[in-house]
T-cell receptor, first 115, second 113 residues
Framework: EAGVAQSPRYKIIEKRQSVAFWCNPISGHATLYWYQQILGQGPKLLIQFQNNGVVDDSQLPKDRFSAERLKGVDSTLKIQPAKLEDSAVYLC?????????????FGPGTRLTVT | AQKVTQAQTEISVVEKEDVTLDCVYE???????LFWYKQPPSGELVFLIR??????QNEISGRYSWNFQKSTSSFNFTITASQVVDSAVYFC??????????FGTGTSLTVIP
């Protein structure tokens, strides 16, 4: 079974530029998560999708971050414009849909450096 | 306030020693779930265990064991006879009824050969 795929793996941009990350979850997983992990910290949930719909985006900085999940499969996270403090690893995870919070399967992450 | 506290930032042990990683959580929900994840140097988080709030039985899986105590809001993780491959950052996480996930800051474990 293929795991969660993310691209690119690394990205370096200058502040005020835009960047987009892509995630392809495990086939059949209805729930998709985007996390931000700053060096030395635990992952922080940015947004959670259930199929096409947003379940929780309370910690997403909506003035500069946006995310979409078209057709309930792939997802894209965008930052526009980027700030220095956005330097982090962006993790995508997916899980089965259900009442229980099922275990999440994580992708390898995208390491973003903003200079 | 931190929902999940992992007070141990870094731990070093010599191979074959036992080690316990502490996790203290905070929630007002009666139904919640606790998780442990491992993040090896490669970076990809790996699921280890899920526990629901109604099941306080301790669990053992090979060299890994988990002690869940609601009275102290703790969900500690013990590795018996540690091995070099256990070197990683370990995260404890809490999921409340609304499916919000909260991760702790992680404990970096180094097992010295």
């Amino acid at each position: 079974e293929a795991g969660v795929a993310q691209s690119p793996r690394y990205k370096i941009i200058e502040k005020r530029q835009s960047v987009a990350f892509w995630c392809n979850p495990i086939s059949g997983h209805a729930t998709l998560y985007w996390y931000q992990q700053i060096l030395g910290q635990g992952p922080k949930l940015l947004i959670q999708f259930q199929n096409n719909g947003v379940v929780d985006d309370s910690q997403l900085p909506k003035d500069r971050f946006s995310a979409e999940r078209l057709k309930g499969v792939d997802s894209t996270l965008k930052i526009q414009p980027a700030k220095l403090e956005d330097s982090a690893v962006y993790l995508c995870a997916s899980s089965l849909e259900g009442q229980l919070p099922y275990e999440q399967y994580f992708g390898p992450g995208t390491r973003l450096t903003v200079t | 306030a931190q929902k999940v506290t992992q007070a141990q930032t870094e731990i070093s042990v010599v191979e074959k020693e036992d080690v316990t990683l502490d996790c203290v959580y905070e929630t007002r929900d009666t139904t919640y779930y606790l998780f442990w994840y491992k993040q090896p140097p490669s970076g990809e988080l790996v699921f280890l265990i899920r526990r629901n709030s109604f099941d306080e039985q301790n669990e053992i899986s090979g060299r890994y064991s988990w002690n869940f105590q609601k009275s102290t809001s703790s969900f500690n993780f013990t590795i018996t006879a540690s091995q070099v491959v256990d070197s990683a950052v370990y995260f404890c996480a809490l999921s409340e009824a609304g499916n919000q996930f909260y991760f702790g800051t992680g404990t970096s474990l180094t097992v010295i050969p």
